[in-house]
Structures are given as structure tokens and as C-alpha cells.
């Protein structure tokens, strides 16, 4: 169990890093091309996935941390339940809980989530995430492929 924990913690830790040396290098907005397609791009979301609620006034900042605690809480005890054979499902919650718990700090400490990592082609941009958000993504990919493919509950 303490191994899946610590996977979540090296999610944050490399998340708060990563957002640190980027928010004290880069110009808010300005683009710093790495390769074609990638940048490195300083945004800030004070909503939540793909700028979901951004302008709502400021109330979504305390909902959007309420539903992160909530969240981290129920993947908590959901990890401390699993038998030791799902290692899939265990690796897809650790992601996802390393991922929350690195937004929510930025939600509780700055009000909003340093994005920073941008990538294009042919002028059509997806939003500007970072760490934590692509940890959430492939914990969430993993967790979707361990409930498709994955032995049942049943079978261990």
C-alpha cells in the first residue's frame, strides 16, 4: 500500500516542482517553444478542466477544492481496500490521487492551477495542462482500461 502512496507523492512533488521553476522563469502567456508542436506556456486556471467554470466569479474555487479533498479522501480508502493482485487499479488511483492533491495545493494556496505545458499542430491548440493534470489523464486511461480488461473482483 505505502508504495502506491508513495507513487502519488512523487506526482506532487514533481507537479510543485515543476510549476515552481516554470512560474519563476517564464512571462505569464508567452511562449517558450521547445520542439514544433510543444511549448512552454505560464497560464494560469482558476477553473477546472479545460478552463471549465473559469469565469464563474470566484465561488468555484472553494466548490473545486471541496470536490478535490472529497476526492482524495474517497481514493484514500479506496486504495487502502485494494488486495495487493490489482496493481493496475492500485497505479491508476495512485496517478489520479498525485494529480489532485498537486492541483488542490494550487487551488487552497493561489486561488487558481499553473498550466504550463502546450501543445499544437496546424494552429489548433489543446488547453495548456501540467504534471498533475496528465498524471489524472493516464491514472484515468489505466483505471478505464483495468475496468475493461482487468481481472474482476470475482476471479482474485
Do not use: H, I, P
Given at each position: 500500500m505505502f508504495k502506491w502512496f508513495g507513487i502519488s507523492l512523487v506526482v506532487v512533488v514533481l507537479d510543485q516542482i515543476t510549476k515552481f521553476i516554470v512560474e519563476s522563469q517564464l512571462a505569464y502567456g508567452q511562449p517558450l517553444p521547445v520542439v514544433p508542436s510543444f511549448n512552454?506556456?505560464?497560464?494560469?486556471?482558476?477553473?477546472?478542466a479545460f478552463?471549465?467554470?473559469?469565469?464563474?466569479?470566484?465561488?468555484?474555487?472553494w466548490f473545486l477544492v471541496s470536490i478535490s479533498?472529497?476526492?482524495?479522501?474517497l481514493l484514500v480508502f479506496w486504495l487502502r481496500k485494494l488486495k495487493p493482485a490489482h496493481r493496475l487499479l492500485a497505479l491508476a488511483l495512485a496517478l489520479i490521487l498525485g494529480g489532485a492533491i498537486g492541483n488542490l495545493i494550487d487551488?487552497?494556496?493561489l486561488g487558481h492551477v499553473i498550466d504550463f505545458i502546450q501543445v499544437y499542430y496546424?494552429?489548433?491548440y489543446f488547453p495548456t495542462f501540467n504534471i498533475a493534470d496528465a498524471a489524472i489523464s493516464v491514472g484515468a486511461a489505466l483505471l478505464i482500461w483495468d475496468s475493461i480488461f482487468g481481472k474482476s473482483q470475482e476471479e482474485t
Open positions: 512552454l506556456t505560464l497560464m494560469y486556471n482558476e477553473g477546472a478552463s471549465f467554470l473559469s469565469a464563474a466569479g470566484g465561488w468555484q474555487r479533498l472529497a476526492a482524495s479522501v487551488r487552497v494556496w496546424a494552429g489548433w
